[in-house]
């Protein structure tokens, strides 16, 4: 008997996506758990199906058999408990950042004076307190994906879903970021679960990480992050920091040595 | 306004200048006669001579034109948000459209005169018609083009569908309902032409073709130009509402590489 249930726990699952004339396997048999307040990302190659994990987690895709549970629930469709950070920031142009973060707020129809303060308090957290009266086109690409950062935040849900929100950034403002991403994950303590493809992100930001092989994705292994929190940027210079990126490396087929 | 937009306007208002100077020296030098080309002067005189009787045909035709357009943009509107949102009914209603589109309305003109006489309605409807496909098809366009993340996040906070309309489709699509009313005006004004042509004793259309029986051609360029006066002020109307509604969308401020296209 657990002591409590997972924040996300994930067993057993595969999705076959079926065309008029085929059918796709996706994943193969995925399966792990999140605890909540833990990070953990989901790793693997371009099109290996991980963004498929995450939205069958979100409920916005179903799969075909499995166990899928959200703090215990099975889940069976959309569930507001639920922040999404999508590739794409996906703010809405006409709206400044501020009203952007208040979006959730409206859509649950939430008290107004009380989303506003907390939208401020989140658009501070994500250090844009100064860009709230902005529209996204004023804003960068790295200040846009913080608003989403802030929006996804904004209905303080209970986990939050990370789909390979820094890879259409550059190298500079996504290692900026994931530096700010880990900040934020520790001041709010949130349930993560992350996609992407870059190991040291991966590495910088994580408790455990899942690495998926090429389609249709199986867990080639599950590598637990042993780095001391609160973790500083120079972490990642640290032999043990590159002794799980070799490790990973190795699964999925990079020698670094 | 801008020192780049005041120099742009110079420089239009300077050719235009050039271009009527032009015209008024060839028909004198050339002593063209006045039924076949007028020149600018015996224009301009024409429409100050009788201007009373312009400003009320000119008036007609706006509010044929205004009114038929309006229709088409509710209408339109409406049409293209139940296409979007019904998507069981797009494979009926889209093809339907599309063969009404084909449709020419001058062909249709006349029967609308038997249907609903020499008043100003046949007109309105004239002028509905044609503008109404291009609100349609840029209002279906624009509804289905919002970013499928922001629908996704959308059904992840369990958006009604109301909600989903409001907040996400409708903004998306403004930017392409403007570029569709603005074709459709322009439209309207040929529409409503189209249906003072073919019968009535009222409006800029009806003055044309008087002046063409009376071999008065000045008459003729006169209401020309009240004509595309009307058009310019009524596409710059749009162009006004745009602005207002949608700033996200085109930066206010020309830019200052210059260069660009007006």
Same mark, same amino acid.
Request: net charge positive; charged share 15%; glycine share 6%.
């Given at each position: 008997?657990?002591?409590?249930?997972?924040?996300?726990?994930?067993?057993?699952?595969?999705?076959?996506?079926?065309?008029?004339?085929?059918?796709?396997?996706?994943?193969?048999?995925?399966?792990?758990?999140?605890?909540?307040?833990?990070?953990?990302?989901?790793?693997?190659?371009?099109?290996?199906?991980?963004?498929?994990?995450?939205?069958?987690?979100?409920?916005?895709?179903?799969?075909?058999?499995?166990?899928?549970?959200?703090?215990?629930?099975?889940?069976?469709?959309?569930?507001?408990?639920?922040?999404?950070?999508?590739?794409?920031?996906?703010?809405?142009?006409?709206?400044?950042?501020?009203?952007?973060?208040?979006?959730?707020?409206?859509?649950?129809?939430?008290?107004?004076?009380?989303?506003?303060?907390?939208?401020?308090?989140?658009?501070?957290?994500?250090?844009?307190?100064?860009?709230?009266?902005?529209?996204?086109?004023?804003?960068?690409?790295?200040?846009?994906?913080?608003?989403?950062?802030?929006?996804?935040? %904004?209905?303080?849900?209970?986990?939050?879903?990370?789909? @390979?929100?820094?890879?259409?950034?550059?190298?500079?403002?996504?290692?900026?970021?994931?530096?700010?991403?880990?900040?934020?994950?520790?001041?709010?303590?949130?349930?993560?679960?992350?996609?992407?493809?870059?190991?040291?992100?991966?590495?910088?930001?994580?408790?455990?990480?899942?690495?998926?092989?090429?389609?249709?994705?199986?867990?080639?292994?599950?590598?637990?992050?042993?780095?001391?929190?609160?973790?500083?940027?120079?972490?990642?210079?640290?032999?043990?920091?590159?002794?799980?990126?070799?490790?990973?490396?190795?699964?999925?087929?990079?020698?670094?040595? | 306004?801008?020192?780049?937009?005041?120099?742009?306007?110079?420089?239009?208002?300077?050719?235009?200048?050039?271009?009527?100077?032009?015209?008024?020296?060839?028909?004198?030098?050339?002593?063209?006669?006045?039924?076949?080309?007028?020149?600018?002067?015996?224009?301009?005189?024409?429409?100050?001579?009788?201007?009373?009787?312009?400003?009320?045909?000119?008036?007609?035709?706006?509010?044929?034109?205004? %009114?038929?357009?309006?229709?088409?943009?509710?209408?339109?509107?409406?049409?293209?948000?139940?296409?979007?949102?019904?998507?069981?009914?797009?494979?009926?209603?889209?093809?339907?459209?599309?063969?009404?589109?084909?449709?020419?309305?001058?062909?249709?003109?006349?029967?609308?005169?038997?249907?609903?006489?020499?008043?100003?309605?046949?007109?309105?409807?004239?002028?509905?018609?044609?503008?109404?496909?291009?609100?349609?098809?840029?209002?279906?366009?624009?509804?289905?083009?919002?970013?499928? @993340?922001?629908?996704?996040?959308?059904?992840?906070?369990? %958006?009604?569908?109301?909600?989903?309309?409001?907040?996400?489709?409708?903004?998306?699509?403004?930017?392409?309902?403007?570029?569709?009313?603005?074709?459709?005006?322009?439209?309207?004004?040929?529409?409503?032409?189209?249906?003072?042509?073919?019968?009535?004793?009222?409006?800029?259309?009806?003055?044309?073709?008087?002046?063409?029986? @009376?071999?008065?051609?000045?008459?003729?360029?006169?209401?020309?130009?009240?004509?595309?006066?009307?058009?310019?002020?009524?596409?710059?109307?749009?162009?006004?509402?745009?602005?207002?509604?949608?700033?996200?969308?085109?930066?206010?401020?020309?830019?200052?590489?210059?260069?660009?296209?007006?």
């Amino acid at each position: 008997m657990k002591a409590r249930a997972a924040a996300i726990e994930v067993a057993d699952l595969y999705k076959t996506y079926t065309t008029a004339d085929s059918k796709i396997p996706a994943l193969d048999g995925v399966s792990f758990r999140i605890d909540p307040g833990e990070f953990v990302s989901v790793l693997g190659p371009s099109g290996c199906g991980k963004t498929t994990v995450l939205r069958i987690v979100a409920g916005l895709t179903a799969k075909t058999s499995g166990v899928v549970e959200v703090d215990g629930v099975p889940v069976t469709g959309p569930q507001r408990k639920i922040g999404l950070v999508f590739q794409v920031p996906a703010l809405m142009q006409w709206r400044t950042a501020l009203q952007n973060v208040l979006l959730p707020a409206e859509i649950l129809g939430l008290d107004r004076a009380g989303s506003r303060m907390r939208a401020r308090e989140l658009l501070n957290l994500v250090g844009l307190a100064e860009f709230s009266s902005r529209y996204p086109r004023e804003l960068s690409g790295g200040m846009q994906q913080r608003v989403a950062i802030a929006r996804a935040l %904004a209905h303080d849900p209970a986990i939050l879903l990370l789909d @390979e929100p820094f890879s259409a950034l550059d190298m500079m403002t996504r290692n900026q970021l994931n530096i700010e991403l880990l900040r934020i994950w520790s001041e709010r303590r949130k349930s993560s679960l992350l996609i992407t493809h870059s190991i040291p992100e991966a590495i910088f930001l994580s408790d455990r990480i899942v690495v998926l092989g090429p389609r249709p994705a199986r867990i080639l292994d599950v590598v637990p992050v042993p780095l001391p929190r609160p973790r500083e940027p120079s972490v990642r210079l640290s032999l043990d920091f590159l002794r799980i990126v070799d490790r990973i490396g190795r699964l999925v087929g990079l020698e670094y040595v | 306004m801008t020192s780049i937009a005041l120099q742009r306007a110079l420089k239009l208002t300077l050719t235009l200048a050039a271009m009527v100077a032009a015209w008024e020296a060839l028909c004198r030098l050339l002593q063209i006669p006045a039924f076949l080309i007028p020149a600018p002067s015996e224009v301009v005189l024409r429409l100050y001579e009788k201007h009373d009787l312009y400003l009320i045909h000119t008036w007609i035709t706006i509010y044929e034109t205004t %009114a038929g357009f309006l229709l088409a943009v509710a209408f339109g509107i409406v049409s293209a948000a139940i296409i979007v949102v019904i998507p069981r009914l797009r494979d009926v209603v889209m093809p339907l459209l599309l063969v009404a589109q084909l449709v020419p309305k001058v062909a249709v003109a006349p029967l609308l005169l038997i249907w609903f006489g020499y008043g100003l309605f046949p007109k309105i409807i004239v002028a509905f018609l044609v503008a109404f496909f291009p609100i349609v098809v840029n209002g279906a366009s624009g509804l289905a083009s919002v970013q499928p @993340e922001l629908l996704d996040l959308g059904s992840s906070l369990q %958006a009604s569908r109301w909600q989903t309309f409001w907040k996400f489709r409708v903004p998306s699509a403004l930017p392409e309902i403007f570029s569709g009313m603005k074709i459709a005006v322009t439209l309207a004004i040929i529409g409503a032409i189209i249906g003072e042509f073919v019968g009535g004793n009222r409006g800029l259309g009806y003055l044309i073709i008087v002046a063409n029986q @009376e071999l008065d051609t000045a008459l003729a360029f006169a209401a020309i130009f009240l004509l595309s006066l009307v058009g310019i002020v009524l596409y710059a109307l749009i162009e006004m509402f745009e602005r207002i509604l949608i700033p996200w969308h085109a930066p206010t401020e020309p830019l200052t590489t210059g260069g660009r296209a007006l």
